[in-house]
């Protein structure tokens, strides 16, 4: 394979390198900075997007949160209503069952004595 | 050592992009695609970079994926060798420094009506003086498969020769050897 007959020496010498085009390598250099550029804008892009995703997901959660909270503070609010509500009727029942007492007491008393 | 090279693209491109260039030119016949092939190939080199270990494997993966990008824009183009040479002369022609020899611009016209598989073979070891086992790493290619292309594609290109070159050698010169 290594001694070469003339029509190999031909063909060598036919297949040189050929010379670049003019300008290819400027070329080249240019399509890899636009490349490098682009791929750096894609990455900002990329976290603006989940820079912004997050702040979504934030603003949902603080509202669900905040929503959760007042639901809870109104609840207990309510209980607190109800059972003050609850206290005051207890007490009026008190104090109606303590006349209605007081009352089958006198009529008592006056049967007694006719 | 291979660890410590830092590779510089920009030197890279400045010291293969003839080899890329014209392999890629031998293999598709089509000035205009060759270039857009180097430049395919030192993109991909470009991301690569981290990979290579030294320059000797850089001008390995250069040789290898400028014959791998030809290969597949052929196969894209499906178009024969012949057709793009007439496209070569008729659209794209080489400036006056980059015109080879009559018979050298007859040899290449030649070589582009071989199969695409002894073209390649040829294309490496006559452009780029690679042994048959350096071909076969390039191209990925049991050694059996290279050397007989290397014979066919051989073969082949001289009996074309000798029915088309008739003016450009002497008698016998094109056989010799054979």
Same mark, same amino acid.
């Given at each position: 394979?290594?001694?070469?007959?003339?029509?190999?020496?031909?063909?060598?010498?036919?297949?040189?390198?050929?010379?670049?085009?003019?300008?290819?390598?400027?070329?080249?250099?240019?399509?890899?900075?636009?490349?490098?550029?682009?791929?750096?804008?894609?990455?900002?892009?990329?976290?603006?997007?989940?820079?912004?995703?997050?702040?979504?997901?934030?603003?949902?959660?603080?509202?669900?949160?905040?929503?959760?909270?007042?639901?809870?503070?109104?609840?207990?609010?309510?209980?607190?209503?109800?059972?003050?509500?609850?206290?005051?009727?207890?007490?009026?029942?008190?104090?109606?069952?303590?006349?209605?007492?007081?009352?089958?007491?006198?009529?008592?008393?006056?049967?007694?004595?006719? | 050592?291979?660890?410590?090279?830092?590779?510089?693209?920009?030197?890279?491109?400045?010291?293969?992009?003839?080899?890329?260039?014209?392999?890629?030119?031998?293999?598709?016949?089509?000035?205009?695609?060759?270039?857009?092939?180097?430049?395919?190939?030192?993109?991909?080199?470009?991301?690569?970079?981290?990979?290579?270990?030294?320059?000797?494997?850089?001008?390995?993966?250069?040789?290898?994926?400028?014959?791998?990008?030809?290969?597949?824009?052929?196969?894209?183009?499906?178009?024969?060798?012949?057709?793009?040479?007439?496209?070569?002369?008729?659209?794209?022609?080489?400036?006056?420094?980059?015109?080879?020899?009559?018979?050298? +611009?007859? #040899? =290449?016209?030649?070589?582009? !009506?071989?199969?695409?598989?002894?073209?390649?073979? @040829?294309? $490496?070891?006559?452009?780029?003086?690679?042994?048959?086992?350096?071909?076969? +790493?390039? #191209? =990925?290619?049991?050694?059996? !498969?290279?050397?007989?292309?290397?014979?066919?594609? @051989?073969? $082949?290109?001289?009996?074309?020769?000798?029915?088309?070159?008739?003016?450009?050698?002497?008698?016998?010169?094109?056989?010799?050897?054979?």
């Amino acid at each position: 394979m290594d001694e070469m007959d003339p029509f190999e020496s031909k063909l060598r010498e036919a297949f040189v390198r050929r010379p670049a085009p003019p300008g290819l390598k400027r070329r080249i250099l240019d399509e890899r900075a636009r490349l490098k550029k682009e791929r750096r804008r894609r990455t900002i892009m990329v976290w603006q997007r989940l820079a912004a995703g997050f702040a979504i997901a934030a603003v949902l959660g603080g509202g669900l949160t905040w929503r959760h909270v007042e639901e809870e503070r109104r609840g207990k609010a309510a209980r607190q209503e109800v059972l003050t509500a609850l206290r005051i009727t207890n007490q009026a029942l008190d104090r109606i069952q303590a006349r209605l007492a007081a009352s089958d007491r006198d009529d008592h008393a006056t049967g007694e004595r006719q | 050592m291979a660890h410590d090279w830092q590779p510089d693209f920009e030197r890279l491109v400045g010291e293969h992009q003839s080899m890329v260039f014209s392999l890629a030119w031998r293999m598709t016949g089509d000035r205009g695609l060759a270039e857009e092939i180097a430049q395919d190939t030192f993109l991909a080199l470009d991301k690569n970079l981290s990979k290579l270990q030294g320059p000797e494997h850089a001008l390995f993966w250069l040789r290898r994926v400028a014959m791998s990008r030809s290969a597949d824009a052929l196969r894209r183009r499906k178009v024969r060798g012949v057709d793009l040479w007439i496209e070569i002369e008729e659209n794209h022609g080489a400036q006056p420094e980059e015109r080879s020899s009559p018979l050298g +611009a007859r #040899l =290449e016209q030649l070589m582009t !009506t071989l199969p695409e598989p002894q073209r390649a073979v @040829l294309v $490496l070891r006559y452009q780029e003086d690679l042994t048959p086992e350096e071909i076969a +790493a390039t #191209l =990925e290619a049991p050694l059996a !498969t290279v050397k007989s292309n290397l014979q066919r594609g @051989l073969k $082949l290109l001289r009996a074309k020769a000798e029915c088309n070159l008739k003016d450009y050698m002497r008698p016998g010169q094109v056989l010799g050897g054979a």
